[in-house]
């Protein structure tokens, strides 16, 4: 069948309003080649299945332990313990935990069931301008399962924005061009050294795709996180403005205050949080950076 490729997904969010124009449904794919300090969605990093555990919510009943088959779940010393490389990741703990203290994060969807999923809110898309944005996770890990989706939705009629940190193929960037009518891409700081010590990756490729983008007439907004003492300063600001300045196509920048909502989720996953002692940016510090970049006749919107 055409539409039986399968993608891993960790998350679909109806009447979402900051991914793009209009109300949309953001398709969250698993899988990341960058490890930002601050990412807000950790559980995407992996293509793995990740299993989250919220300690408040267990309230002792130890269903989980007679469901497991595998002795992934022992009792020690009157607590229980999962070991992940006893796991078979069957859901069975999950699925019969009364109070959802356990979840396993990622799953695996044709095309056709994605398809399902973002064509119920067809109505919604007509009324508003809206449509469908595939982020993550970086949507371009999967790229045969992100082709058929952009293909699919383009057949309905569907606006199609690609949510990308820039990091991929250029070649694989492009063909998708071609069936995305937005990118939103991440520019997350001009000095390739910064950028290699806060994401794990150099920003050549990122800032060389960006232009590659630009020159194909691509529309491209600009995606730039806010967080202090990271990327905040005037210089940085400075040459962010100086390059979407420069580039054709370029309709706007959101700026993406830095927030702490994820540190839950960091502990929750067993993950270590590295920007843990980041502060939130105040709001002058949030309008300094507006005005800054406004200055460069750039459209900039808070959020989004």
């Known amino acids: 069948m055409k539409n039986a490729i399968t993608g891993e997904i960790f998350d679909i969010k109806k009447f979402a309003i900051h991914d793009g124009p209009g109300i949309r449904t953001t398709v969250f794919f698993k899988g990341c080649p960058l490890s930002c300090w601050w990412c807000h969605n950790p559980e995407g990093?992996?293509?793995d299945t990740h299993?989250?555990?919220?300690?408040?919510?267990?309230?002792?009943?130890?269903?989980?332990?007679?469901?497991?088959?595998?002795?992934?779940?022992?009792d020690f010393e009157g607590r229980l313990r999962w070991t992940a490389a006893d796991c078979r990741y069957c859901r069975s703990?999950?699925?019969?935990?009364?109070?959802?203290?356990?979840?396993?994060?990622?799953?695996?969807?044709?095309?056709?069931?994605?398809?399902t999923e973002i064509s119920k809110d067809a109505l919604f898309y007509d009324q508003s301008r809206g449509g469908v944005t595939f982020s993550g996770g970086e949507p371009l890990m999967q790229p045969g399962f992100l082709m058929?989706?952009?293909?699919?939705?383009?057949?309905r009629g569907f606006h199609r924005t690609v949510d990308t940190s820039g990091h991929v193929d250029t070649?694989?960037?492009l063909d998708a061009a071609a069936c995305t009518d937005l990118f939103l891409y991440d520019v997350k700081h001009m000095d390739s050294e910064k950028h290699l010590r806060y994401t794990g990756v150099s920003n050549d490729k990122i800032l060389n795709n960006l232009k590659q983008l630009s020159r194909r007439g691509s529309r491209i907004i600009i995606r730039l996180p806010v967080i202090p003492g990271i990327n905040a300063d005037e210089e940085n600001v400075d040459r962010t403005g100086v390059l979407a300045a420069s580039l054709t196509g370029v309709i706007g920048i959101n700026l993406l205050p830095y927030h702490r909502a994820a540190e839950a989720k960091y502990r929750?996953?067993?993950?270590?949080?590295?920007?843990?002692?980041?502060?939130?940016?105040?709001?002058?510090v949030i309008e300094s950076v507006a005005r800054q970049l406004a200055s460069y006749d750039l459209e900039v919107k808070i959020g989004g």
């Open 45 to 47: 990093l992996s293509r």
């Open 268 to 284: 929750n996953l067993g993950l270590k949080n590295k920007a843990a002692d980041v502060q939130r940016p105040s709001a002058d």
């Open 51 to 74: 299993r989250l555990y919220r300690p408040e919510r267990c309230v002792g009943c130890r269903e989980c332990l007679a469901a497991c088959a595998y002795g992934a779940i022992q």
């Open 171 to 173: 070649d694989l960037l």
């Open 93 to 115: 703990c999950a699925d019969i935990c009364p109070t959802e203290a356990v979840e396993f994060i990622g799953k695996s969807m044709t095309v056709d069931e994605v398809l």
């Open 148 to 155: 058929q989706l952009l293909d699919a939705c383009g057949e």
